[in-house]
Nanobody
């Protein structure tokens, strides 16, 4: 199973960008897909997750009402639409997949995901 994140780049503050995560390889049952981000010197932090059951979504407080996570089942991809970007959104963004279906607590934890993409870099200029 491979996750390929794409769509990062340089954008001005207030702008928008859309990240995409493509899943390829052997078929597997996933319970959730998520986006995390990391800046140098800091731990990787949760951004958003899409849960297969009920299509529920969860967001970190700092991206609510700005970011939207969605799934395209026909293309086997998960996207992160990012609007009203701020310089503090600058980070490497990683997509991840949860094939184990652990509890709600793990939705926002790195340990809740067992497959990871390579990351795509976003820079928001002020």
């Amino acid at each position: 199973v491979q996750l390929q994140a794409s769509g990062g780049g340089l954008v001005e503050a207030g702008g928008s960008l859309r990240l995409s995560c493509a899943v390829s390889g052997r078929a597997f049952k996933w319970h959730g897909m998520a986006w995390f981000r990391q800046v140098p010197g800091k731990e990787r932090e949760f951004v958003a997750t899409f849960r297969l059951t009920g299509g529920r979504t969860y967001y970190a407080e700092f991206v609510k009402d700005r970011f939207t996570i969605s799934r395209d089942s026909t293309k086997n991809t998960v996207a992160l639409q990012m609007n009203s970007l701020k310089p503090e959104d600058t980070a490497v963004y990683f997509c991840a997949a949860d094939s184990r279906g652990r509890g709600v607590y793990y939705y926002t934890q790195n340990s809740g995901y067992d497959y990871w993409g390579q990351g795509t870099e976003l820079t928001v200029s002020s």
